[in-house]
């Protein structure tokens, strides 16, 4: 098993956060990283720099040694061009760039946002065509590209997540097809850290739901990972919880689908 320090960018967030615990709990030595600052106790073995994704130089020394960049940080929601372009675009590159230069693997936080505009009948795999819904889903695409160059180029190992919905609870009726809980999460990044090789390839990152139908095929068995919980529990509550948007109910990004929708 890679037992060399993990670096987590995106540290300070929600998901962040809860890594951060799991991967402390489990003995791994972090280094955590955020522009903004990390709001709990630093548990055992973790320390926290503030950091700037823009900060080449500054990303380049914090990784001197790790053997694995987790990599959450940057804009999580769609926003206007201008704010995806620095965090999630120029600091990716200096992500991949510091993987090069220690070896590292890159597990890459993408979206279910940059396949957005498959329409829900379908059942996609995870060779299918990236259908961004926004600029944050398209900056997730880009992610993953520059993953399969950096794998081509210069043998950098990345696991992509596309991320359905990674909440304590799925709260509308699209969450119990997207839905992935933060146990199974947690269970993921362990096995993408500790697996032998990952090569450069995609996981859904979708809970055992019944009514996730949409996503297929991907690498999970390289990982050896299988989801556990459900969200088939929450379906009484949830089910006509729906958005009341016909743009929204037909593709799978929903929501985001519909901000600044002009078509
Ligand atoms: C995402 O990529 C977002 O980061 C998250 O806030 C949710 O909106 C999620 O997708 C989703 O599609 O439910």
């Given at each position: 098993m890679n037992v060399k320090p993990i670096l987590l960018t995106g540290a300070s967030g929600n998901l962040g956060r809860m890594l951060t615990k799991a991967l402390a709990a489990e003995g791994f030595s972090l280094r955590l990283t955020d522009?903004?600052?990390?709001?709990?106790p630093l548990p055992a073995g973790a320390k926290f720099t503030r950091l700037d994704l823009n900060d080449g130089v500054g990303l380049l020394r914090l990784a001197?040694?790790?053997?694995?960049i987790l990599h959450f940080g940057g804009v999580s929601v769609e926003r206007p061009f201008e704010e995806v372009l620095g965090p999630n675009i120029r600091g990716l590159y200096h992500v991949y760039e510091a993987a090069r230069r220690e070896g590292a693997r890159v597990v890459f936080a993408s979206s279910n946002h940059s396949i957005g505009?498959?329409?829900?009948t379908e059942t996609i795999d995870?060779?299918?065509d990236f259908l961004p819904d926004g600029f944050y889903g398209l900056s997730k695409a880009y992610g993953e590209l520059m993953g399969r160059l950096y794998w081509h180029k210069h043998g950098v190992e990345s696991v992509f997540i596309r991320i359905g919905s990674a909440f304590p609870e799925p709260v509308d009726a699209r969450m119990l097809a997207t839905w992935l809980s933060f146990p199974d999460l947690a269970r993921l990044i362990h096995r993408c850290v500790a697996a032998e090789t990952v090569g450069c390839g995609v996981v859904w990152g979708?809970?055992?739901?019944?009514?996730?139908?949409?996503w297929g095929k991907d690498a999970r068995a390289t990982l050896g990972w299988e989801p556990q919980?459900?969200?088939?529990?929450?379906a009484g509550q949830l089910?006509?919880?729906?958005?009341?948007d016909p743009v929204a109910e037909r593709y799978m990004g929903g929501g985001f689908c519909t901000i600044d929708y002009s078509r």
């Open positions: 522009i903004a600052p990390f709001p709990d001197e040694g790790c053997g694995t505009f498959h329409e829900r995870a060779d299918c979708a809970s055992k739901n019944e009514r996730m139908t949409w919980d459900s969200a088939d529990t929450f089910a006509g919880k729906l958005s009341g």
